[in-house]
């Protein structure tokens, strides 16, 4: 039996990120094993926390006496080996704690509440008692914190060592279960209380018919009364004469409320694949056969067909025996996609997104632990999904920015994939119409295995594109959001009863509120950055910290009345769509109007009814959607995105228009597309208008090499962050000084500089950008810069690191 436990606490801090040793009491002995969570004290005091078991029996260089673990949270392991050693990794690549990425794999439930609970430990005055304590003798911290008399007076009585404060750790993650029943007599003792009873008690007579029939089994209440007929009172009366028992049964939240019917469904086969398809899903059969880890790149453009590649893919990992985690942008997360993997492979798919509740995603999780889904499909965070023996794993949309993590622990999805991949001896595919620089300048050194799929399925060419000039189209028509091009093709859709989708780039963009008198525009207090005008709710909001404040009357500067909001959002785009085509019927869809739950799902249901001629979105509609009736795509702004401060401005561009453009003429209804911008001649956007991936690479990536930037440098950024602005550079300056005398004579250091954004949630940011080629040592600085200025003379300021980050704003 093992003596001795390392456990990883949860306590994050440079100083607490190894395992701690902690003694096994024989009572938990048994219990004990890897990956499992446990209760155990920390530092001094009267402290517990929660902490993983990372390992059991390792020899310690610690030689004061250690401490016994205190309790055991789970009977079985919630991180296996796999997620183990990942974890691990996951914390020395993105310069994290090691806590920080366990609680990142695990669902929210898993994760610990801590309460402060005070106890009376010595007599204190009656008055007291009552007054703060109820005349019990524990309190709960959190019901008191809001009440400054009261705290004041517990740490006097805790001076007087009349109290103690006790941390306790709470487990949060229940199951949840329904109420059964279950026949307690058998059958003929059953037959015998017939016997007694009344002649006119029909409902009971009936009732024991019944329990007659599922002696040794447990049912659900509500099932047995559908069955039956019979009410709930009948059954509480058979319990009281002991006919029966309730127990409770433990069930699975259901998120799509579906799990059940899709059992019984019949299933969709498998379509007839082109010879592009076929070629692509025999490569990689191969590979899931040969259990070779290797990357494949599947290159195809929007409409050719790719999702089909992936579900024969998969069903060929599942026929091997093996698992498939399949991962799309949670932007793309549409019920379209989900709906087409579970008519495959039906109740075998768990599906996580960010819309379930905490209880659905840990029954979710709990079912892919449990291996009763084999098959996964989710947004970012599922690449964590615990399943074992993986076969395949699918990146869609594998450019998305969205797979990285902008919080820490900064991960990427598709490196955690390739670790997956080999670690499980499987095949990762990345698909996309416009990979990322990244990724096709792999493919090109053969470093990805490239597959291509040139052709759209229908054997339709891709749609034609215009550009539409909108400094043009404002001189000659004044100011409007939809240029006469567009607004004569839209109308020609309504003739033909043909549906349209119009992206509008981002949401509310820029809909600011400007004084006309002093020209003061509305900011956020804590960021530096204007807050957004929601119709929706009548407030003014911040996108990034969510403080929300009133519509104001006046300007809070000058009291001048003459206020107006500038710019376009989604809404006011509806309004004057409405007035220009009155017989149109719109659906909007954006971050507002998909806020409750399950409004995505219906809003697309009823545009791919054709209850709507026009889908007017944000991004959100760019991706994904499969809708044959579709012929007219439009792009209301094209280049709000190119001005962004960012290297990757003009990639994104590209992408996204290439992405909305291949909406349009999918099934055998010929599309076309219409882009309006300012910028007609940006490469970016007349790349999209010829749908010349290549071409587009081709510039960018010379653009790339002439700068210095991605995928020709590596790129990390570094960024300090203090309330007061001067202390936050100041300790930029001290970090700079350490880098500069540490990296490579070739690493470049750009800055420190304030970043785009300088400040958010009430403190000021500095940034220092790294670009390195190769730099052996710059790892073990970095920690070593985290680990100092978690020490003297940096207080109050919070470093992150961020290894290739996606924006640099
Ligand atoms: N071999 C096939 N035979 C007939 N129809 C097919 C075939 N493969 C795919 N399809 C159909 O073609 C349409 C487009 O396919 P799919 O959505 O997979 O394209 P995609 O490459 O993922 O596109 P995008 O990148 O634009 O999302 C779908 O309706 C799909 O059912
Ligand atoms: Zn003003
Ligand atoms: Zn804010």
Redesign the pocket.
């Known amino acids: 039996m093992p003596e001795l436990a390392q456990v990883i606490v949860d306590v994050p801090t440079m100083q607490t990120n190894q395992p701690y040793t902690y003694q096994i009491p024989s009572t938990l002995e048994k219990q004990i094993q890897v990956g499992v969570r446990v209760v155990v004290p920390f530092g001094n005091g009267s402290r517990t926390v929660q902490g993983f078991v990372v390992a059991l029996d390792q020899p310690t260089d610690y030689d004061g006496k250690l401490k016994p673990i205190k309790a055991v949270m789970d009977l079985r392991p919630v991180i296996n080996k796999e997620l183990l050693v990942l974890s691990k990794w996951l914390a020395d690549t993105t310069y994290s704690f090691w806590i920080s990425c366990l609680y990142t794999m695990l669902p929210n439930l898993l994760k610990a509440k801590t309460s402060r609970i005070i106890r009376i430990i010595d007599d204190v005055d009656e008055q007291v008692a009552f007054d703060i304590f109820h005349g019990r003798d524990e309190l709960d911290m959190a019901t008191v914190q809001d009440k400054p008399a009261i705290i004041s007076k517990l740490f006097q009585l805790q001076r007087a060592g009349k109290i103690t404060i006790d941390y306790r750790v709470e487990d949060r993650a229940r199951v949840k279960t329904v109420t059964g029943i279950k026949p307690i007599l058998n059958f003929e003792q059953l037959e015998e209380q017939r016997t007694s009873l009344h002649p006119n008690a029909h409902a009971q007579n009936r009732l024991i018919s019944y329990l007659q029939t599922i002696t040794g089994q447990v049912v659900k209440i509500k099932d047995a009364e559908h069955v039956t007929g019979l009410k709930t009172g009948t059954f509480n009366q058979g319990q009281k004469k002991g006919w029966l028992e309730k127990v409770p049964i433990e069930v699975y939240r259901n998120p799509l409320g579906m799990q059940a019917s899709l059992d019984n469904q019949h299933l969709d086969s498998p379509?007839?694949?082109?010879p592009e398809?076929q070629h692509a899903v025999d490569e990689i059969n191969k590979a899931i056969d040969n259990h070779d880890p290797e990357t494949f790149l599947l290159q195809?453009v929007?409409?050719?067909?790719?999702?089909?590649v992936y579900l024969q893919t998969i069903a060929n990992a599942l026929k091997q025996g093996k698992t498939a985690l399949m991962l799309v942008p949670e932007i793309s997360l549409t019920p379209q996609i989900v709906s087409r993997v579970q008519r495959r492979f039906g109740s075998k798919v768990a599906v996580l997104h960010s819309s379930l509740s905490n209880g659905e995603r840990y029954d979710e999780w709990r079912r892919i632990e449990r291996g009763e889904a084999r098959v996964v499909v989710g947004a970012r965070s599922a690449i964590f999904a615990p399943l074992k023996n993986l076969g395949i794993i699918i990146l869609d949309e594998e450019h998305e920015s969205s797979y990285k993590q902008d919080e820490a622990p900064r991960y990427h999805a598709r490196e955690v994939a390739k670790w997956r991949g080999k670690y499980n001896h499987a095949p990762v595919v990345l698909g996309s119409?416009t990979p990322s620089l990244e990724s096709r300048a792999r493919a090109i050194k053969k470093v990805y295995h490239l597959l291509h799929?040139r052709h759209r399925?229908?054997q339709q060419p891709l749609p034609p594109i215009e550009i539409v000039d909108m400094r043009e189209e404002v001189k000659k028509y004044g100011e409007s959001n939809f240029s006469q091009s567009l607004l004569r093709k839209l109308d020609q859709r309504l003739q033909k009863r043909e549906q349209s989708i119009l992206m509008l780039n981002r949401r509310g963009f820029s809909s600011f509120m400007m004084c006309r008198d002093c020209g003061a525009v509305l900011k956020c207090p804590n960021c530096d950055i204007s807050l957004t005008l929601h119709m929706d709710t009548h407030t003014m909001k911040c996108h990034y910290c969510g403080h929300e404040e009133p519509i104001p009357y006046e300007c809070p500067n000058c009291h001048s009345r003459k206020i107006r909001y500038y710019g376009t959002g989604t809404e006011k785009v509806e309004q004057e769509l409405h007035q220009l085509l009155p017989q149109a019927r719109i659906i909007r869809m954006d971050v507002d109007t998909t806020k409750r739950k399950g409004m995505h799902a219906k809003l697309l249901r009823q545009f791919g009814q054709h209850q709507a001629d026009i889908l007017l979105g944000t991004q959100m509609i760019a991706?994904?959607l499969?809708f044959p009736n579709v012929t007219l795509v439009g792009v209301l702004n094209a280049d709000t995105g190119l001005g962004l401060p960012d290297f990757r401005a003009s990639e994104r561009t590209f992408d996204l228009l290439s992405?909305v453009s291949?909406r349009a003429g999918?099934a055998n209804k010929q599309g076309e597309v219409v882009i309006q911008t300012y910028n007609p001649d940006h490469y970016a956007i007349q790349d999209a208008k010829n749908h010349n991936y290549d071409q587009f690479f081709n510039q960018e990536m010379a653009l790339r090499h002439q700068a210095g930037y991605p995928p020709y440098y590596y790129t990390v950024r570094l960024m300090a962050s203090h309330p007061e602005e001067a202390q936050a550079a100041k300790a930029m300056v001290r970090i700079y000084e350490q880098l500069r005398r540490g990296i490579a004579p070739s690493t470049i250091l750009l800055g420190p500089t304030p970043r785009a954004i300088a400040r958010m949630k009430r403190r000021y940011y500095y940034q220092i950008v790294i670009k390195y080629k190769k730099d052996p040592q710059l790892h073990n600085l970095l920690f070593k810069i985290l680990h100092d200025t978690q020490s003297h003379g940096y207080k109050d300021v919070q470093v992150s690191i961020d290894p290739d980050p996606q924006y640099f704003m």
């Not at 379509?271 to 082109?274: I, M, S």
Request: hydrophobic letters at 20%; zero cysteines; proline letters at 0%.
């Open positions: 379509l007839h694949l082109n398809q195809g929007t409409g050719s067909g790719k999702t089909e119409a799929l399925v229908n991706k994904g499969d992405q291949g999918r």
